[in-house]
């Protein structure tokens, strides 16, 4: 699942420095979440596991004035291992009409005791863990009628939404969908809340002829009822987890790709049917990289995206049917301005972490949630070059680190309060940063090749933290404990103090590192490190290990190297002080070769900009390949001299007209009006009236508004 995290894309705000990087959440419900008494001992582990799903069957039919789903559940199930007469499944807020047991000639009749939450049936005889069993459930699924706090924790826990449901919104089209994660698909069927509980499902949903459905799986048949009404029958012969089962029904479009010999649709609402490709266009792509990057094709039938009203969250993954929440639906203008390609290659990321392998338990949902994570990371590695990618690592960084400190708990936590906590920026952001971390700690090669073991090792089953460490253990051939257990067992992060001194007389650099965290609350990091020394046109490489609170390098140097570079693959999960001069930030900014070079180098710079040294570097950075310090460099053109912004006038015209990015265009159009309002530039304003982006339409709109 995405939870979105908007970053404010206007002028400078340097992500660590500036007070717009705050992450912000569009959830759209409160979410009620009690905190753990003080000194409560409380371990989360994964559910015992009493009775195996082996195959759902829904029959589904809906009632759009009550908000009613009328449903059969026919479960082929079995005990887990001890052998039982009885089975629990998770039933919110049902109306049973009839249980059965389904033998080879008849159905059984079977008595059961119902709380509105847990339905226990008795079985017809105990049942040993070989021996498998049929109980059909007529029920109807209210979920409009449970009450939030005392049935459901939130309004976005009712597992079924019915959008519009009385047609009174004109401007908005009648839809259902789903929504199971965490615990919420027993709002609409019953079954086995627990991410362990995996299943192969058929679904039959009776719709209006006028409606599209999608489903898991692919699409079996269609039947005319003759009545109005069509039953589409959708069968997933792979097993998952319960809570990634789905349905959505509506007036949808599907366009339709093909990845090899799968398909791949977008359905959308018809006024957006023009720009699906634009929007999704590059899902083919997408899986052909991810499948060729981990060794392991696409392993489900289809995969289909579909964007719907009123979404409780950003996306959610669910086996070959993600869901997006409605921003997804855009003109080609706002494409520009916000593609959330991130977004696609997160859910798509999931397919493989998250739905073919799957966390045992929430405590474990970094499995999930930091693969998809880095899953972004990685298709714009190879889609555009580490220089966005690495953007992306330090937006990631940043949420994580703007986070709460307070609670600042372990990335596999045990002793959370309520599984909903477990969807924050340590699970999603640190733990992706931390998978950054261990790639460059054991090489790329060791990394995908653990990737592909983990994956077939567990591939339709569930995992623990514990099954990727052995998995990378056996590649690597390394003993990971230490790596394990300070970055995905453990809290908080190295807080680094870092110094660098040159000796004339000794002839060598000696760089001092500190850590300065407190240790009775984070780990003594063991951190293996390169150290870039910049001299004599040259650069060399120096590989050391941090594991000391207090630790001291000496490298030999016959001359004042030019820039001592540490951490110089910037892959750091943490926080790093060091200072440096300004000739040493502007040789850095000029020479060193990573996008968190510059960035670190022109922040810097940017505080530094009444130096004419400093201001020179600025200006260089207008023309940057990366757009947020092009955007950065423009924040400070007001603090400028008279001649200085003078010198700058041409090239910020040329940046509002031509910049490949429309945020960066818009700051330069903002910028025109605010340093340069004396000077005419109707002529460009003419022209970015009519930019395609609406970011630098209205940048337009608010200087002309104020002439």
Not at 126 to 149: F, R
Not at 157 to 182: A, C, L, S, V
Not at 414 to 425: I, S
């Amino acid at each position: 699942m995405r939870n979105i995290n908007i970053l404010c894309c206007s002028l400078f705000t340097a992500i660590v420095l500036m007070s717009c990087s705050t992450p912000k959440m569009v959830n759209l419900d409160p979410i009620t979440i009690n905190e753990n008494a003080p000194g409560l001992n409380v371990y989360r582990g994964s559910y015992t596991r009493l009775s195996d799903i082996i195959n759902t069957k829904l029959d589904l039919s809906f009632n759009w004035d009550s908000a009613y789903v009328y449903g059969k559940a026919t479960i082929q199930a079995k005990p887990y291992f001890y052998s039982s007469d009885q089975i629990t499944l998770d039933a919110n807020g049902f109306r049973i009409n009839q249980i059965n047991l389904l033998t080879k000639n008849e159905q059984q009749p079977l008595r059961y005791t119902y709380n509105g939450k847990k339905l226990t049936i008795t079985l017809d005889k105990i049942y040993t863990s070989e021996q498998k069993y049929t109980v059909v459930i007529d029920y109807v699924a209210m979920p409009n009628k449970l009450k939030v706090g005392e049935d459901i924790s939130s309004a976005g826990d009712r597992g079924i939404y019915f959008i519009n449901k009385d047609g009174k919104d004109k401007d908005k089209p009648k839809q259902i969908w789903t929504q199971g994660e965490t615990e919420c698909n027993s709002s609409w069927f019953p079954t086995i809340n627990d991410p362990q509980e995996k299943m192969t499902q058929e679904i039959n949903l009776t719709v209006l002829n006028d409606y599209v459905s999608l489903s898991n799986g692919t699409l079996e048949y269609s039947t005319l009822n003759g009545n109005g009404t069509r039953t589409d029958s959708w069968r997933q012969e792979q097993p998952h987890s319960t809570y990634l089962t789905m349905i959505a029904v509506g007036n949808f479009t599907v366009t339709k790709e093909m990845w090899r010999e799968k398909e791949v649709n977008y359905y959308t609402e018809p006024a957006y049917a023009s720009t699906a490709k634009l929007v999704f266009g590059k899902t083919p792509e997408m899986i052909e990289f991810y499948s060729n990057k981990l060794g392991i094709d696409y392993p489900w039938d289809k995969y289909s995206q579909i964007v719907v009203r009123d979404f409780v969250s950003g996306a959610m993954e669910n086996t070959t049917a993600t869901v997006f929440f409605d921003r997804m639906s855009m003109s080609a203008g706002q494409y520009l301005d916000e593609n959330h390609e991130d977004i696609i290659a997160h859910e798509l990321f999931h397919q493989w972490f998250g739905n073919l392998v799957t966390a045992e338990s929430w405590s474990n949902l970094p499995l999930n949630e930091s693969f998809a994570t880095y899953g972004e990371y990685l298709w714009e590695e190879h889609k555009y070059g580490r220089d966005v990618a690495d953007f992306k690592g330090l937006e990631d960084l940043t949420t994580y680190l703007s986070g709460d400190r307070k609670k600042n708990p372990d990335v596999i936590r045990f002793d959370y309060a309520d599984r909903e906590q477990m969807f924050d920026e340590i699970s999603y952001q640190k733990g992706g940063r931390i998978l950054h971390m261990l790639r460059k700690t054991v090489g790329d090669s060791a990394f995908f090749k653990a990737l592909n073991l983990y994956l077939t090792r567990n591939a339709y089953k569930n995992a623990e933290i514990h099954h990727l460490r052995l998995a990378f253990e056996e590649v690597s051939g390394m003993d990971l404990n230490w790596f394990f257990n300070q970055w995905f067992l453990a809290s908080g992060h190295p807080i680094l103090n870092i110094q660098s001194n040159y000796s004339p007389d000794k002839k060598e650099i000696a760089v001092t590192i500190i850590q300065k965290q407190e240790l009775s609350k984070s780990p003594l990091y063991r951190i293996p490190m390169a150290i870039d020394i910049y001299s004599d046109g040259k650069v060399e490489r120096k590989e050391v290990v941090l594991d000391k609170q207090e630790q001291t390098f000496i490298f030999p140097s016959q001359v004042v190297p030019d820039l001592v570079n540490t951490d110089a693959e910037r892959y750091i999960l943490g926080e790093k002080s060091e200072m440096k001069t300004l000739e040493q930030y502007v040789f850095q900014y000029r020479n060193a070769p990573l996008f968190m070079d510059r960035f670190e180098a022109i922040m810097m710079l940017l505080q530094m900009r009444d130096i004419p040294l400093a201001k020179t570097a600025i200006v260089e950075a207008m023309k940057d390949k990366n757009w947020f310090i092009r955007s950065a460099s423009l924040s400070v053109v007001d603090k400028f001299s008279s001649d200085e912004q003078k010198s700058v006038y041409e090239q910020i015209r040329n940046i509002a007209l031509k910049d490949e990015v429309s945020h960066v265009r818009a700051d330069a159009v903002s910028i025109l009006g605010k340093v340069y309002g004396t000077q005419n530039n109707r002529d460009i304003f003419e022209i970015t009236k009519k930019d395609p982006a609406p970011s630098v339409v209205r940048a337009t709109e608010e200087v002309v508004g104020k002439e």
